[in-house]
DNA sequence: CTAAGTTAGTTGAAACTTTACACTAAGGGG
DNA sequence: CCCCTTAGTGTAAAGTTTCAACTAACTTAG
């Protein structure tokens, strides 16, 4: 916050910052990542995590610049948005020392609307295999993917924050299914149930019932939008 | 990492970005905050956690500019290093739009020789008490230390990072104690140890032992330095 | 030389959780 | 109206955690 010689303070050169999203949603093929194509230099034509620079002047703060992102590109308003991580070096990009501040977004795909336009001329959804997608990235979102990846899959594990890569009504069998594709596993059915029905997250919509040619699934919703809570075990 | 009008992209104003530090250390009164004061404007005066610019042409990257804020602050060369968060908005600094990019440090006491120089008129360490320190704090630093606090608070209930807070050699009863107190409870010993085993991430120093008016205790070592490791349940 | 005091390190029974799997429930489709 | 499928619950066996007591090894006091 103060450097060494605080009269030179405007002296110092900046570094370039922007703000980068993995925007998260779960398709028929599996997790999936939003991409989008660069137009310009640097990296033209390359795929990168959808981002942009911080806008002095309209962005109150960094949240409010990632979804300022995320709602240009998904026409989505109010995901799931978590910071990452801060990623900068001199080397990064070849414009000078620079800094993206990376969040990542669960989204329920049925409320994505894709939107192109500014620096981008192709904007997709990209399947995740392991922890990487198969097209190249620009600059380093290659490891920033790999970091946000390694985030959720790890929070999978100890927490109820898949739930926001559904939509806001679900059945249990739903959720469950979720937890089983990210984690690649599958999980026991009561032992899933009492850890939901423990921590406490999610209510039963009154009345409400998914059907089909079977016996009909209470659907829940999220009891405070928004909230994300751990288990003090893994599931 | 692009905005909407490339030719432009130099025209957007930079955000100001800071690197600070929330040092961390363990004293006899407890765990306690390394504080500097401020010399020049804005809060002259006023404590707050020790950081500094990026020196551009200096870092090479983010980490590097954190490892020397913490050297010229406490001499200290190599000790757990750790990314807490990116705190940016409009009105966190009188001069702009403005970035800190946080991390955290953990450091056995034994080895730091605080430093003062720069822009720094006194640096001390401070208790925390609860989820703040007794001073108030320039910027939001106050804000941004409640969340460093809470994130190792957090940390010491499913992981092997309070070690770093020891010198190089420990026995199991001082990991024991420095874990009580962090969480203010105690722990079951044979519980303990047989966590501490099953993740098998310090070793005995061979014929080492802490030696007092009382059976002799075997002194350890972390097996790879710099390492965490995460237990799949609470402590 | 020995007893008392202190902390190190181990052991085991009882209480509690988790796991695996089987069971009952409720619908649609043939 | 039987069969199939998925929803939702129950329970015995296996595994973990907790609590507390035990043995070990040293110093100090007498």
């Not at 980068?20 to 989008?36: P, S």
């Not at 409400?208 to 079977?214: D, K, L, P, T, V």
């Amino acid at each position: 916050m103060f450097h060494s010689m605080s009269s030179f303070e405007d002296s110092y050169q900046r570094p370039i910052v922007s703000v980068d999203l993995a925007i998260f949603a779960l398709t028929a093929a599996g997790l999936e990542v939003l991409l989008a194509r660069r137009g310009g230099a640097p990296f033209a034509g390359a795929w990168a995590l959808p981002g942009g620079w911080i806008h002095v002047d309209e962005d109150e703060d960094l949240e409010a610049a990632a979804r300022r992102v995320l709602r240009d590109k998904t026409g989505v308003a109010t995901p799931y948005l978590e910071q990452v991580g801060v990623y900068g070096s001199a080397a990064r990009d070849p414009r000078g020392w620079s800094l993206s501040v990376t969040y990542m977004a669960l989204i329920s795909l049925d409320a994505a609307a894709l939107q192109q336009g500014g620096n981008v001329i192709d904007v997709a959804w990209s399947p995740i295999n392991g922890e990487a997608v198969a097209e190249p990235l620009a600059f380093d979102h290659a490891a920033i993917l790999k970091a946000a990846i390694a985030r959720l899959r790890n929070k999978v594990e100890y927490s109820t924050l898949p739930v926001h890569l559904l939509p806001e009504a679900f059945t249990l069998g739903e959720l469950q299914a979720v937890y089983e594709r990210l984690l690649g596993r599958s999980l026991d059915k009561s032992a899933f149930r009492k850890r939901m029905a423990e921590v406490d997250f999610i209510e039963p919509i009154e009345g409400e019932m998914r059907r089909a040619s079977n016996r009909p699934a209470q659907l829940y919703r999220l009891k405070q939008a928004r909230t994300t809570v751990f288990f003090d075990r893994t599931i």
